[in-house]
């Protein structure tokens, strides 16, 4: 089957699999950033937004982003820089496989929420694991970015 | 992974129920979650996404939830998470993450009846009605009780009321599942407790819901409850707690949660 969305603003025609899931069609069409580490919808690596929502595409069937707007880190690189020199400033990254998912549940928060207080920020990002760091480097981080003490 | 043969996206219920008597295997799609993690092979997957399912609203004095709102839609819609103190959130906000919750769907998770399920437990203290398109309307703990038939679950209903609620449940750690939750609420001096993930369905605790609804509220008296709760249920071992970790766990929470509802009643 045949389906038209949006990608990082630009409109796309792509041929899919009726069973096929989100994050498997983008990596298959460049979006390689787009990372998969579990069965069980339980990691969030593979985060994108969908609507300007975060979704977890492995667990989103392609045909559902028929006439929707998906965005991958690559479609919001300049903020995702900005706020990945900060995770490296505070040793918040090891190997990094978690960061393109987390990084764009980071940016949804701050859509999402005005001045979020720890227990929100933490609430938020619950959804991302992290098997390298321990997760005080990325809150700090966070707390740094998005300007909250 | 399951593999699905069809798809359809029908533009009307009726259209969807038709496919899914036809034949055996096709099966309704919610948000995909527990789906994907069979082996199950659909014949044809039925998309509900074009039937507008998605809502949360009111409808004469009765909050409807539409099968194909989320998790996060629940946590966040205003009429949702301002009624009942708040519970319908609080059930589901330790799901997973945000993420998890933007996909997983309403109707699923209550048509599904998981043991687990938090947002069960919270629903059988309120007046929940389940609205299924071939079996029509019933109370959610009929439903519970009903063996498994081949139906679409429409939407619930709440009907909405001046009742003060409280939840919580016990996890080892954030986005597990629980070890146990429990609900209470209060309506006109009647009090419902339910508890779920026992491991096994939530239930109500209808011997102690009782003997609260009947008595003076004093301080023995909750104690009391909290261990007839404790007592008449049954409780199971797995992975997460021993049968006897969760009895003992009971008596405690619905003590807290009875001790909560009489402070949001006071306040
Ligand atoms: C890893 C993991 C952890 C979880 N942890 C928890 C937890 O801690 N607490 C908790 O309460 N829940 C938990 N859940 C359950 C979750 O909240 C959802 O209830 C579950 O994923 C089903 O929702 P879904 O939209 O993904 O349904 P799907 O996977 O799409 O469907 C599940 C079943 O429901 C049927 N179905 C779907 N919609 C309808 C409908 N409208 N009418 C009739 N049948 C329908 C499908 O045919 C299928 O049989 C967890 C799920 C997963 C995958
Ligand atoms: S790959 Fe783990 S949640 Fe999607
Ligand atoms: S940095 Fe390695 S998993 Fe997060």
Known sequence: ?149 | MFTVLDMAQPDKLEEAFEILAKRKNNTILGGCAFLKMSKKRIGTGIDLSRLNLDYIREDNGFIAIGAMATLRDLETNALSRDAFGGILSQSVRNIIGVQFRNGVTVGASVYSRYGFSDLLTALLVLDTEVELYNGGRMPLQDFLQKPYEKDILVQLRIEKSQRSAAFSSFRKSASDFAVLNVAVSSLDHQWTIAVGARPGRAVIAETASRALSQGHLSAEELEAAAKIAADELSFGTNTRGTAGYRKALCQVLVKRGIMEVLQCKSN
């Open chain 1, 1 to 149: 089957m045949q389906i038209e969305l949006i990608v990082n603003d630009k409109s796309v025609t792509w041929d899919i699999e009726k069973d096929e899931f989100l994050a498997d069609t983008l990596r298959a069409h460049g979006f390689l950033s787009v990372k998969k580490a579990c069965d069980t919808s339980c990691c969030g690596l593979c985060t994108v937004w969908m609507d300007g929502k975060p979704v977890l595409s492995c667990s989103i069937l392609s045909m559902r982003a028929h006439g929707k707007k998906i965005t991958t880190i690559e479609g919001v690189a300049q903020a995702a820089e900005e706020f990945a020199h900060i995770l490296t400033a505070e040793g918040a990254e090891q190997c990094g496989f978690c960061s393109p998912g987390f990084i764009m549940n980071v940016l949804a928060m701050k859509n999402e929420l005005d001045n979020p207080t720890e227990d929100e920020i933490i609430h938020y990002l619950t959804g991302n694991l992290c098997r390298c760091t321990g997760y005080m480097g990325q809150l700090r981080a966070v707390k740094t970015y998005l300007g909250v003490a």
